[in-house]
C-alpha cells in the first residue's frame, strides 16, 4: 500500500469524554474498511448491499462495539 493510512488519528485513543469516544470508534471503524479495501470504487459499489443487509449492518455496530470497547479501558471508563 503505498498511501499510508493513519490507523490511530493522534495516535491516542485517549478522550475527553465517553461522547468523543464514541466517535473515535466510529472513525476508527471506518478505517479499518478502508485499510482492508483500499479502492474507492469497490468500496463504492459494495455499499449498496450492506446497506439493505440487516446481518452486515449489525457486524458493523459490533464492529463499533468493540472498538469503543478498546477505547473505553484506554480512558479508564472515564473515571
Do not use: H
Not at 472513525?27 to 479502492?39: E, G
Not at 474507492?40 to 463499533?64: E, F, H, K, S, W
Amino acid at each position: 500500500m503505498s498511501d499510508q493510512i493513519t490507523l490511530v488519528p493522534g495516535n491516542t485513543l485517549l478522550t475527553a469524554t465517553p461522547e468523543e469516544g464514541r466517535q473515535l470508534a466510529i472513525k476508527l471503524s471506518r478505517l479499518i474498511i478502508k485499510a482492508t479495501q483500499p479502492d474507492d470504487a469497490i468500496r463504492g459499489q459494495l455499499r449498496g448491499v450492506y446497506a439493505n443487509d440487516a446481518a452486515m449492518l449489525i457486524a458493523a455496530g459490533q464492529t463499533v462495539a468493540i472498538e469503543f470497547a478498546t477505547i473505553a479501558a484506554a480512558n479508564n471508563y472515564w473515571r
